[in-house]
């Protein structure tokens, strides 16, 4: 689309068209493995390039196809390629980008699977992994060598809430002649496109916010053509395609993505303000909090819209109220994943952080529940 719409306009409308051949109002779920020629001319024209058509549902299907110009368009990107899961998309982007071997720079504060992933997967395929605190440039600078092709970072870390400074990040990767990585999901590019900072690919698993509703688990890759197409053929060889009905599920989440992104934002600013002020809660690690050390950056990735997302971390003053304090709670549901219409909640293994998934409930009963599940508490703070 024009990207002279707005964004909103752009969520509802980028991608889709009605249905040639039927007139339906809504892209369909194209639900089918292969996909039929007329005549041999045609298979060749198509093969050739000259006259574009699907050949094999794990190389592209008709609804994926719009959920990718879709998200390609909210990027801001020219090209996109979904998956199956957040997880197909991060392998499969750092498995082209380290292919052969080579080195990659990743921030230390970054998903469980992901980290996981760098550890022990990347290294078998012959690639080494530096991990560094990329709040610190100069420490990100150190451990580029000659042999580093990317820097991979998420833009607000999950599950610390740490902010990655993308400007400064992406003119670092480009005086490096390396690539910059960036996972978007905690943000979503209703509040921060990472391209417009000069990433050169961005990563989301589209289970969290693009869904929105927790349905389905996908994925997407967004860059130029030429980074999408190599890591598009990966995909498709690795097995890692998006289902169409996943790919239906998510055209119609992203549409009210800017809408639920408002009302996350809202809440996840107060709640971060309540847990602040209250004696129990030893820490809050909000980027929208002024206090939050990624405060300044984080307003630049976010804008004028200062809208600093649903996603907060915070630590009880005594770990043994933990269990009190989640089994008090009523509202929110003790599950992991995050980016859902209903608050999650989830005590992060290993660490004392508890990671909430604020959702879009009237902020009014978040409260309350919170206070009260707070409550519960203050005789042991009180007997301190
Ligand atoms: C920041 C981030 N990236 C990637 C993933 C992996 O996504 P998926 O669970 O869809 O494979 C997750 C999952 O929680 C995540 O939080």
Known sequence: MS????????????GEAPDPTTGAHGVPIYQNATYAFHTYEQLEAARSGLAPHFFYARDGNPTVRCLEVKLADLEGAQAAVATATGMAAVSATLLHLLVGGG????????????????????????????????????????????ATRAIYCEAFSNPALRVADLGALASLARRRNVKLVVDNTFLSPALCRPLEHGADVVIHSATKYLSGH????????????????????????????????????LLAGVKTLPLRLREHSANAARLASLLADDPAVA?????GLPTHPGHEVAKRLVGKGERFGGMLAFALRDPASVGPFLNALRLPT?????????????????????????????????????????????????AD
Do not use: K, N
């Open 283 to 287: 820490a809050v690690h909000y980027p």
């Open 3 to 14: 990207p002279r719409h707005g964004f909103t306009t752009r969520s509802v409308h980028a």
């Open 214 to 249: 927790g349905q389905i688990l996908g994925g997407v890759v967004c860059g130029s053509r030429d980074i999408v197409a190599p890591i598009a053929r990966t995909v498709s060889r690795l097995g890692g395609a998006m289902s169409a009905f996943a790919a239906w599920t």
């Open 103 to 146: 080195h990659l720079v990743a921030s230390a504060d970054v998903y469980a699977v992901t980290r996981a992933f760098l550890r022990d997967d990347l290294p078998c395929h012959g690639a080494a992994v530096t991990l560094v605190d990329v709040s610190d440039l100069a420490a990100v600078e150190e451990a580029i060598t000659p």
């Open 334 to 382: 003790l599950a992991v994943s995050l980016g859902e219409c209903g608050t999650l909640i989830w005590p992060v293994e290993g660490s004392d952080l508890i990671r909430l998934s604020v959702g879009i409930e009237d902020i009014a009963d978040l409260e309350a529940d919170f206070r009260q599940a707070l409550a519960v508490l203050q005789p042991a703070v009180a």
